[in-house]
């Protein structure tokens, strides 16, 4: 079983800031893709970013050029770094471990809400 500790959730106001941050307790956390996805009751699960054992990254296009993915290994943590929200951005937003197509480990989520 993985822990995952996840901080820097909260309530700001839109345009605003956050940062997220993650840190899994897996040994071999360089070797992992790591990612953040969001969710919304009623709505399907969004995954906004990834970034890869190698560096490279991916973001949703609802993200693009807002939000910053990037890890610090030495820390095992990954970050989140959220600009110029909008209230669409409001969801529970979860750190995950990509093993592989088929196998990630999920951390519980921390609250993301962005006042109009």
Excluded at 34 to 55: D, K
Excluded at 72 to 78: E, M
Aim: glycine share 10%; with cysteine.
């Amino acid at each position: 079983q993985v822990q995952f500790e996840e901080s820097g959730g909260g309530l700001v106001q839109s345009g605003g800031s956050l940062r997220l941050s993650c840190t899994p307790s897996i040994s071999l956390f360089s070797f992992y893709a790591m990612g953040w996805s969001r969710h919304v009751p009623g709505r399907q699960r969004e995954q906004v970013a990834y970034m890869t054992a190698g560096g490279t990254t991916n973001y949703s296009d609802s993200v693009q050029d807002r939000f910053t993915i990037s890890r610090d290994n030495a820390k095992n943590t990954v970050f989140l770094q959220m600009n110029n929200l909008k209230p669409d951005d409001t969801a529970i937003y979860y750190c995950k471990a990509i093993r592989s197509a088929v196998s990630t480990d999920w951390g519980l989520g921390t609250q993301v809400a962005v006042a109009p």
